[in-house]
């Protein structure tokens, strides 16, 4: 598999997530928890990879455990401060700020990993942060920093690390196996959450309403979702997965607008341009312009 393949796979990925918002969103409205939605969707996750990796899982190895138990809490841990942060704060706000992690990102790989930061990856990431910032319209009013925005920031800090764990881990693991161990840490993280509400969060929630996006978002954002992430990072960089998975976003908010949730708006056309800008520039080779640039002003200076 080529690193644009991979890429490929990552994009596919985000769309799929980027529906999930519509169809949590369907399913909160139906009066389903934020820790029974988890516990539900990684259950379908546990169920699916068993299923069709079972062969493999039962071969998993300590290391392989070791990463997928690590790769499943940095996940989990980033997906449960982010819903945290939305009980303090604004969704926007919860938005951008979660959105760092690709700032995150080539830090956290030059820290661990010693790998260098090249500079195009650096106005990339400016272009991406400047787009999450038009998209959640945050430039547009007075920015305060509350208790939602540091569960926001921490969320970022649990994807970031997440994603450059994955990018390590993905490359010397199986990708069922640890595709098994998220969906596992996501199914018993999401019942430590739930359980405080008793069984009685069964009877609250409109089943007729919530039942099929419930297995839509179990089966295609986080089966088939992550599967292919795990994939997909063994064969391209963490930064790149990293700007790539933030379109999740963008596809997200399209979605909205399709659905009726929302409509469509300078911010978000404009948004989407800037993130769309900076993933094109990640996927340039720029080596090639300065050494052509350097052939034409030498063969000027010859004439």
């Given amino acids: ?27 909160l409205d139906a009066h389903a928890s934020s820790g ?3 516990f539900f969707r990684g259950v379908i996750f546990v169920v699916l990879a068993f299923m069709l990796f079972h062969r493999n899982i039962l071969k998993m190895t300590r290391l392989e455990f070791k990463i997928g138990l690590i ?3 940095l996940n989990f841990g980033g997906y449960m401060t982010q819903t945290i942060g939305l009980l303090y704060t604004t969704p926007s706000d919860n938005a951008f700020i979660s959105s760092t992690y690709v700032v995150m990102i080539p830090i956290i790989a030059w820290i661990v990993f010693h790998k260098k930061i090249p500079v195009k990856s650096v106005i990339s990431l400016l272009f991406c942060l400047l787009g999450m910032a038009v998209l959640t319209g945050v430039l547009n009013r007075a920015f305060t920093f509350n208790l939602g925005d540091v569960y926001s920031l921490i ?5 970031a690390g997440s994603i450059v764990y994955l ?19 996501q199914a018993a993280g999401g019942f430590v959450f739930f359980l405080p509400g008793g069984v009685g969060q069964f009877a609250a929630v409109n ?6 996006p419930l297995i839509y978002v179990g089966v295609i954002c986080s089966f088939v979702g992550q599967t292919l992430q795990i994939l997909a990072q063994k064969h391209t960089t963490a930064t790149s997965a990293g700007l790539i998975m933030m379109l999740e976003g963008v596809f997200g908010s399209i979605f909205s607008i399709i659905f009726g949730y929302d ?32 052939r034409h002003s030498h063969s000027k200076s010859g004439m």
């Fill in 207 to 212: 089943w007729s309403v919530a039942l099929w």
């Fill in 71 to 73: 790769a499943g809490l």
């Fill in 167 to 185: 990018g390590y881990g993905a490359k010397i693991a199986d990708v069922s196996v640890i595709a098994f161990m998220l969906a596992a840490v």
């Fill in 155 to 159: 969320c970022a800090l649990f994807y």
């Fill in 1 to 27: 598999m080529t690193k644009s393949m991979a890429n490929g796979l990552l994009l596919l990925a985000s769309v799929f997530w980027g529906s999930g918002f519509v169809a949590i969103k369907i399913v």
């Fill in 263 to 294: 409509h469509l708006t300078a911010h978000l056309f404009f948004g989407g341009l800037f993130i769309t800008l900076s993933l094109i520039l990640m996927e340039v080779d720029l080596q090639h312009f300065p050494s052509g640039l350097h």
């Fill in 36 to 38: 029974f939605i988890n």
